[in-house]
């Protein structure tokens, strides 16, 4: 999978992407979410929270057969407002299980460098994200 991106074009996106909500935390689907999460926080100025759920490893093969808690959640997001961001979306069923662990915010919305979410920066065939090395 080459660098079909640079970190600036991203980063480009980044910036111009408009929200219609304003949050009350980030959370990031660690491990994929966190460099994502970690932008949109300089941008946004609101604290970061980590989801540890797992499906893949790291040549994005399928772990287990569906997505697993992989360390019990340990922030408060009842009655919250959260931007829930993703690297990569494929199937939804990473953003699917994290919406349903997080059911009793107030509102979930998603974000996606690549892929099919609430909010994304490209939804395109897959590409290497130039902060991986």
């Given at each position: 999978?080459?660098?079909?991106?640079?970190?600036?074009?991203?980063?480009?996106?980044?910036?111009?992407?408009?929200?219609?909500?304003?949050?009350?935390?980030?959370?990031?689907?660690?491990?994929?979410?966190?460099?994502?999460?970690?932008?949109?926080?300089?941008?946004?100025?609101?604290?970061?929270?980590?989801?540890?759920i797992n499906l893949r490893d790291p040549n994005q093969k399928p772990r287990y057969n569906?997505?697993?808690?992989?360390?019990?959640?340990?922030?408060?997001?009842?009655?919250?407002?959260?931007?829930?961001?993703?690297?990569?979306?494929?199937?939804?069923?990473?953003?699917?299980?994290?919406?349903?662990?997080?059911?009793?915010?107030?509102?979930?919305?998603?974000?996606?460098?690549?892929?099919?979410?609430?909010?994304?920066?490209?939804?395109?065939?897959?590409?290497?994200?130039?902060?991986?090395?």
């Amino acid at each position: 999978m080459p660098y079909d991106k640079t970190f600036a074009e991203v980063l480009e996106r980044f910036r111009n992407i408009q929200f219609s909500e304003s949050f009350d935390i980030i959370v990031a689907i660690a491990n994929g979410g966190i460099i994502p999460a970690a932008i949109l926080n300089q941008r946004l100025d609101i604290g970061i929270q980590l989801l540890k759920i797992n499906l893949r490893d790291p040549n994005q093969k399928p772990r287990y057969n569906s997505p697993q808690l992989i360390a019990p959640i340990d922030f408060d997001y009842k009655d919250k407002t959260i931007l829930l961001v993703e690297d990569r979306v494929k199937t939804g069923a990473s953003l699917a299980f994290a919406c349903k662990l997080l059911e009793d915010a107030k509102l979930v919305k998603t974000f996606a460098v690549n892929g099919k979410a609430d909010y994304s920066l490209y939804d395109e065939d897959c590409f290497k994200f130039p902060w991986l090395l």
